[in-house]
């Protein structure tokens, strides 16, 4: 995280001849989807349909009747029981069964943004049922966990016992003990979040499901309350969480992040007022930003603060939005190697490389937010001024296109970092349900030593496909090594794919675009 100096970047305008609407939307069209004679095209749909898969996968609790994944089963139905709560349900983050609670909830309001940004999109592509099953899975869960308006179960099972053991989910062994926050033991980074990823879900289901749309902006009115009066790092009051996920970035960024999703929700100026009063001491417009994750909300904050205002009733709020305007600027600035200063680095092959372990969390968030901004500035008619020159939005539309297909295969490995999806993929994924043997075709008890010694050190392909997650990628030299104890490039996460269904449906309208344009213009299809 860099602090940029105190200045300002505004958007400008390029006056151009006028040209008509069709003329400029084949040209944009072209220049992102024009394909010379080596290069790839990539099948937007498929990938959108395995990255929803995913979520199945790592789906912890009694199983629903249409699960599709169908190498998986009911896992961690005593949850909470120690505890006399039922914590039954939600996501395991990655390759191992603890139910995590930050991350899973940047992975709920991920998914959630990618549903309101792009929900027609994702309804066109067959997939927004999918979609809001995924989201309901987590949010479910989160009902479950704010058992009161001041207490939250943070965390189900502990990293360190986990790691000891290599088995399904099916068979786990290992301990189930629950973790929470509450008025003693503060947790506002994680309260904010769970707040953030129930009232963005709660715009989801505003049409089609109007209570449980309630339901959830209750929640999280109660939770953003407790996160904001009983301030502390969740990881000061859950230790065990702190050698996994580590609250670094504190929880000011929650805090402002969850106000600005719960005045999405309901219009209420009180949370407009929050993000406006608190933008500078809480670093909203302080912090210039080079990552968006699940610890670091900052970047996608001020992207949707900039969105604001494009709407009028926000005009006497200007001066600080444009602030926060100036530090998203700032963001996608370094994304495309434009900013005086810090940039984010970039492999060799093209892809955006923030750091060792688990990189394609970053790329993901990025093509996200690149892709929400580009549509930000083609609605407002605007271009991005980098120091590195003027930007249109199909410039940088384009740049998240080339992230998403080098995660497809464009790439010096030929590799898709997406499992399942083209001919060569990860095999040996860092996953103990993918790498053994499916429970539903051998239900005999396999134990903590028993999977280290047969299954995880086995240089055989994992006999599971774990179809839709996204790997943590190769290294800064574009280098990938797909072997199971690799667990910084070959482990997936939720957050990693989550991001991903908005832009994949996106850059899937624009494709079913493109042909429809080739299709019905003769002339056009010889440019």
Not at 101 to 115: H, Y
Not at 126 to 145: P, Q, R, S, V
Not at 222 to 250: H, I, M, P, T
Request: hydrophobic share 35%.
């Amino acid at each position: 995280m860099e602090l940029e100096k105190k200045k300002k970047l505004y958007n400008s305008t390029i006056g151009a001849p006028i040209i008509p609407r069709c003329a400029q939307l084949w040209c944009f069209l072209l220049s992102i989807f024009a394909i010379s004679a080596c290069a790839q095209a990539f099948d937007y749909a498929d990938a959108l349909k395995k990255s929803l898969l995913y979520f199945e996968s790592q789906r912890s609790g009694r199983l629903p009747y249409n699960q599709r994944v169908a190498w998986r089963d009911h896992s961690g139905l005593t949850d909470g029981l120690e505890q006399g709560v039922d914590l039954v349900g939600g996501y395991y983050d990655a390759g191992d069964h603890v139910k995590f609670g930050l991350p899973m909830a940047f992975t709920v309001t991920m998914l959630s943004w990618g549903a309101i940004e792009f929900r027609q999109q994702i309804a066109v592509a067959g997939e927004l049922e999918h979609a809001m099953e995924a989201i309901k899975w987590g949010t479910d869960y989160f009902i479950k966990a704010h058992t009161s308006p001041n207490v939250l179960w943070a965390e189900v099972g502990d990293g360190d016992t986990d790691h000891y053991c290599w088995q399904r989910p099916e068979d786990m062994t290992t301990s189930r003990q629950a973790y929470k926050i509450d008025e003693n033991n503060p947790g506002s980074d994680l309260a904010g979040e769970t707040a953030a990823a129930m009232a963005a879900a709660s715009i989801v289901f505003k049409k089609t499901n109007p209570h449980y749309s309630h339901l959830l902006l209750h929640h999280a009115q109660q939770l953003f309350e407790f996160g904001d009066k009983y301030r502390g790092k969740y990881d000061g009051s859950v230790g065990v969480v702190k050698s996994y996920y580590a609250s670094v970035s504190g929880y000011m960024d929650e805090l402002l992040w969850a106000a600005l999703w719960l005045y999405k929700a309901t219009d209420k100026d009180e949370y407009l007022k929050y993000l406006i009063d608190k933008a500078h001491c809480f670093g909203g417009i302080g912090w210039a930003i080079t990552e968006f994750s699940w610890d670091v909300k900052y970047a996608g904050l001020q992207v949707i603060a900039s969105k604001l205002l494009m709407e009028e009733k926000h005009r006497k709020h200007a001066h600080i939005l444009e602030q926060y305007k100036s530090k998203a600027e700032y963001y996608i600035c370094s994304c495309l190697n434009k900013n005086n200063g810090t940039n984010v680095e970039h492999t060799p092959g093209g892809l955006l490389y923030v750091r060792q372990w688990n990189n394609m969390q970053y790329v993901s968030t990025a093509a996200f937010l690149l892709t929400v901004y580009s549509d930000i500035l083609q609605n407002s008619n605007q271009k991005l001024k980098c120091h590195g020159g003027i930007v249109g939005h199909q410039e940088i539309l384009s740049f998240a296109k080339s992230q998403i297909d080098y995660i497809l295969g464009s790439n010096p490995m030929s590799t898709s970092y997406l499992v399942g999806y083209g001919s060569n993929y990860p095999t040996m994924v860092h996953h103990r349900g993918a790498s053994i043997v499916s429970y539903r075709e051998n239900k005999g008890f396999i134990g903590c030593t028993q999977g280290y010694d047969y299954w995880y050190s086995s240089q055989e392909p994992n006999p599971n496909v774990l179809v839709g997650a996204l790997v943590g990628g190769p290294d800064c030299q574009d280098k990938f090594v797909d072997q199971r104890d690799n667990y910084m490039q070959t482990e997936a996460c939720t957050y990693n794919t989550a991001p991903l269904v908005g832009v994949l449906a996106k850059l899937l309208q624009l494709e079913d675009q493109s042909l429809d344009l080739n299709h019905d213009s003769p002339l056009l299809a010889s440019y």
